[in-house]
């Protein structure tokens, strides 16, 4: 058995003894030393703070909470608190103590069920649990802090003293500006990153430092703006890809310590890129060590399962009616953007959050007050959130994955709205897939999934996503969805991203589709990489880095996404061919876009023209470059005085087979 396996085996073994250790009696030489201790420090949180946090509003909670080293009347140590109001009694255990729950007792402030305790002599670096006694007598399994701000390396599972050093960050410039880089106007690619298995490390630096330097160099070298990363959050267990975390405060230690998580973000504002990073806030896992049952009672879940536990994945469901959890849920999210300098977080799994009977059959949810399936308390919480990180985090966006029509995601709450920034369009998803997947000849049958997408295009404010979801589980990766001989499943590929480029909407890619990797992604390997020697591989890379650039370079791309004005139906009717044509149009731009989405080169494609004279063929994903058969029009080609599609003049074109065209006319 190797030493993570001893790891897991001792700490099992650990958590079982003290699970079930039960606390003598205090005595009175004890009773005496807490009074003395008590006397010699006094009360450790100060009225505003017990204020804030009996009123459910303490913006900066990890600062309050959790472990402190600090000095205390000229006496060196850590103050300890913790949130648990129906504990009988609360004790920190750690290696300073040799997990002993009799040592360090915790006094409780009763006002905000708070219990806290300083502990001489005990710095950064040292781990720590709690230890707590429920209202019924019962020792509970010893308990991480919930508000930690570094943990042990998992599959171990205490908290650890963080350090109080402020990280020296060098990037004003970028957060002075970063409002308006991620203002709806302004181009957005975003390349989804699942830091564990992007590419392998050689351990001589954390991973945060020595891969994310090399990831920051590619997606900057690929023209991506910014990088989503799949949680970092510490989860106790890997295969969840971060999505079951219960270190809402702590980056993960698998990558580094969260100095390093610091000068990862800091490098990629320097480097021009934002960072986003997925965030969970609809569940989490029922781990002992973890928040299930965190004071013998169901304080951060609801009691009664069919409100309090999730079916699907078997995890516990936050009680978005208690205030001292949505403020620890808020507090959460502010840590990101205020203390780590993040652009922006991507709420998972809203739509869960926003329906009572989410995945749940009749008799297994109830209604709310009006007798409805609308979770009121979940949407309060999402107000609430969405308008504290815009008060407080100017610049930083909110981004919602919302899979229902459910209405106003993106709308003001002022008007209504839940208050995201963006919201992932999972309908469009779906469908442009959908379509893909089908053989050419039946394409003409499903002509409709293509279109549709633009009746509700500027509902909301969306994002495009070709996320981790769609790549694993058996669904094939991106190039595996695509039908036909080899060489036809690159040019679909390149078809579609060409599609979905020049489509209205932000654009997300999960690490691995611009190679156009040919297996599904999995976590416990690593991307490709080899791949991209072969010619139709790279062909796939280049055309998305060419695409980030053109994307990037014309306003009409991207200025009017928010606008319907800003896109029409050139040919959205031509089933039979399978032929796509629209407009993209902003400040008196206009981009020309041609899909032929069967292998059957067509000569002579009249299509009309809303500027006469030249137009140039900025990109052709059929090119040799691509991997294609360099079929196409020499670059440019010249409309004719014939009318078509309500135009007074046209142009003739050679449409390539399964690709894409794009073209601006010559100013």
């Known amino acids: 058995m190797g030493p993570t396996g001893c790891l897991f085996r001792w700490t099992a073994w650990r958590e079982s003894r003290t699970a079930c250790r039960i606390p003598a009696p205090p005595t009175r030489e004890r009773h005496m030393a807490d009074e003395r201790i008590a006397e010699d420090f006094g009360p450790l949180l100060g009225e505003l703070d017990i204020h804030l946090l009996a009123e459910g509003r303490h913006e900066h909670l990890a600062d309050c909470l959790g472990a402190h080293p600090c000095s205390i009347k000229g006496v060196a140590g850590t103050r300890f608190a913790v949130w648990a109001p129906n504990a009988r009694s609360v004790s920190v255990v750690g290696d300073f103590n040799a997990w002993n729950g009799q040592l360090h007792r915790m006094r409780l402030r009763p006002e905000c069920g708070v219990w806290e305790t300083f502990v001489p002599d005990v710095g950064e670096g040292a781990l720590y649990k709690f230890e707590i006694i429920g209202r019924d007598g019962q020792m509970l399994p010893q308990k991480a802090d919930p508000v930690a701000r570094r943990t042990e390396l998992p599959p171990a599972t ?40 992007w590419r392998p490390a050689t351990g001589d630096e954390p991973v945060w430092r020595e891969c994310g330097s090399s990831l920051i160099d590619y997606a900057r070298s690929m023209g991506f703006t910014h990088i989503e990363l799949l949680p970092v959050m510490e989860h106790p267990f890997g295969g969840s890809w971060g999505y079951q975390p219960l270190g809402l405060f702590a980056p993960s230690a698998r990558w580094g310590e969260p100095e390093d998580f610091a000068w990862f973000v800091n490098a990629c504002h320097r480097a021009g890129l934002g960072v986003i990073l997925d965030w969970v806030p609809a569940h989490f896992p029922s781990d002992p060590h973890g928040l299930a049952w965190f004071d013998g009672t169901a304080l951060y879940e609801h009691a009664d399962p069919r409100q309090g536990r999730h079916p699907d994945w078997d995890t ?27 652009d922006g977080l991507r709420v998972d799994a809203v739509a869960s959050m926003l329906y009572l009977d989410y995945s749940r059959e009749p008799g297994q949810w109830t209604p709310n ?38 209405p106003g995601v993106t709308a003001a709450t002022r008007d209504g709205g839940l208050g995201f920034d963006y919201k992932w369009n999972m309908g469009w998803m779906h469908d442009s897939l959908r379509y893909m997947s089908h053989e050419s000849v039946h394409r003409k049958y499903h002509h409709d999934d293509m279109t549709f997408g633009t009746v509700y295009a500027w509902t909301e404010h969306f994002i495009l996503p070709l996320s981790h979801d769609e790549v694993v589980h058996g669904k094939a990766s991106l190039l595996g969805k695509m039908p036909g001989d080899r060489w036809q499943r690159f040019a679909n590929l390149r078809a579609y991203f060409a599609f979905m480029w020049t489509h209205p909407g932000r654009k997300l890619l999960f690490m691995g589709g611009e190679l156009g990797q040919e297996t599904e992604w999995n976590h416990d390997a690593f991307l490709d990489w080899g791949a991209a020697a072969d010619p139709l591989h790279a062909g796939v890379q280049l055309l998305v880095k060419d695409l980030n650039a053109l994307y990037g370079r014309l306003p009409a791309l991207h200025e009017s996404d928010g606008d319907p004005e800003g896109f029409g139906w050139v040919i959205g009717d031509d089933r039979d061919n399978s032929v796509f044509a629209f407009e993209r149009r902003c400040s008196g731009q206009v981009v020309l876009v041609v899909c032929n989405m069967t292998p059957v080169p067509r000569r002579g494609y009249r299509i009309g023209a809303s500027r006469a004279g030249r137009w140039r063929e900025v990109l052709n994903s059929d090119a040799a470059a691509y991997g294609g058969s360099d079929m196409g029009n020499a670059g440019e080609v010249r409309t004719l005085p014939d009318p078509a599609h309500g ?19 010559e100013e």
């Not at 106007?185 to 699942?194: G, L």
């Not at 516990?316 to 993040?342: K, Q």
């Not at 135009?647 to 006319?665: D, E, G, H, K």
């Open 158 to 197: 205490a908290s650890v003293v963080a350090s109080t050093a402020a990280f020296e960050w060098s990037d004003e410039e970028w957060l002075a500006r970063r409002g308006r880089l991620q203002a709806p106007d302004a181009p957005m690619s975003i390349y989804e990153v699942h830091m564990g298995s």
């Open 316 to 342: 516990l469901i936050y009680n978005f009616g208690r205030t001292e959890v949505r403020n620890f849920l808020v507090a959460s999210a502010l840590e990101w953007v205020r203390r780590y300098h993040v």
């Open 369 to 406: 007050r009006h007798g409805g399936r609308e979770n009121l308390e979940a949407v309060d919480f999402l107000r609430e959130l969405n308008d504290t990180v815009r008060r407080l985090c100017p610049g930083a966006i909110m981004v919602a994955e919302e899979s229902t029509a459910w």
């Open 647 to 665: 135009q007074p003049q046209s142009l003739t074109l050679v449409l390539p087979p399964l690709a894409a065209l794009i073209l601006v006319p």
